[in-house]
């Protein structure tokens, strides 16, 4: 599937399916994780995608191992706003695309049916008229964020 495919992975639809049968187990923490496997204070999680992918595979691989039927991509952070934070609001669709597959990866080395979920987690920053974020920029900035998971092929997005 290439980026500009929005067609559905195949079996993707199993997710619904597999919820109408039976209760699914999602994984937990991903920062946490991260930082027990050596994620020095001060790093951008997200930026492990790439710099870093066995660490955030290993993550996914031990809450495949503990049972989860669902795994959250390592994107809570991966809005434009918390990645310029770190200088790596460039590499957006770079990033998210990169944890898709990181997630993807451990999901079909499985060796059972083990489910992607796409995480999107806050800006950092409040809506006016609280904060001067506008409701347009959110909505945008949000978008963007979805526009890449998208296509790297989740079976879902969570939005915590």
């Known amino acids: 599937m290439t980026t500009t495919d929005r067609s559905p992975r195949p079996g993707a639809g199993q997710l619904g399916a597999t919820l109408a049968q039976r209760v699914v187990v999602a994984d937990g923490a991903m920062g946490t994780m991260l930082q027990e496997a ?13 710099a870093s992918p066995d660490m955030v595979t290993g993550v996914h691989l031990k809450y495949v191992d503990a049972g989860a039927d669902i795994i959250t991509t390592n994107t809570f952070g991966g ?40 995480d999107i987690g806050p800006t950092g920053r409040f809506i006016e008229p609280v904060g001067s974020l506008t ?8 978008a963007e964020q979805v526009r890449a998971i998208s296509a790297a092929g989740p079976d879902c997005i969570l939005i915590e």
């Open 79 to 118: 809005s434009r706003i918390k990645l310029a934070e770190y200088g790596l609001e460039p590499r957006l669709a770079e990033l998210n695309a990169a944890a898709v597959g990181l997630a993807r990866k451990a999901a079909e080395g499985a060796g059972r049916e083990v489910f992607v979920a796409a």
């Open 135 to 142: 409701f347009d920029e959110a909505y945008e900035v949000f």
């Open 38 to 50: 050596g994620m020095a204070p001060g790093d951008c999680p997200e930026g492990l995608n790439t």
